[in-house]
């Protein structure tokens, strides 16, 4: 099995495993959004706190053509990043796209 398509199953598996986790509270329905085709994996909610609306995107990782895995947003604190080291992906292969380039550059992790 090639990189790219290893890592989209792997990001697929992590964020439907999470996304299940999140059902359990009832709080909010959780919309898995994934395009297996362009290689973008997101979590979105929806619901209601009172009167207020609650939508928004919590978990957004996309697969790129080259297999690195670009971590877009990660608004838990379950650590998707360390779960993607855990399961073998190497820092080299993942980029943290939520810091800028410049801060990229000074971390063990891919800048691009």
Do not use: N
């Amino acid at each position: 099995m090639d990189t790219v398509t290893k890592h989209k199953h792997l990001v697929r598996r992590l964020l439907t495993e999470i996304a299940d986790r999140f059902r359990q509270s009832k709080r909010w329905e959780i919309i898995e959004a994934f395009d297996e085709e362009h290689g973008q994996y997101l979590l979105l909610t929806d619901g209601w706190q009172g009167e207020k609306r609650e939508y928004g995107c919590f978990m957004h990782l996309e697969v790129k053509s080259d297999g690195k895995i670009w971590l877009r947003r990660d608004g838990t604190d379950l650590d998707i990043g360390q779960q993607l080291l855990d399961e073998g992906v190497a820092k080299s292969e993942l980029v943290l796209a939520f810091h800028s380039p410049k801060m990229r550059e000074l971390s063990d992790f891919a800048v691009s």
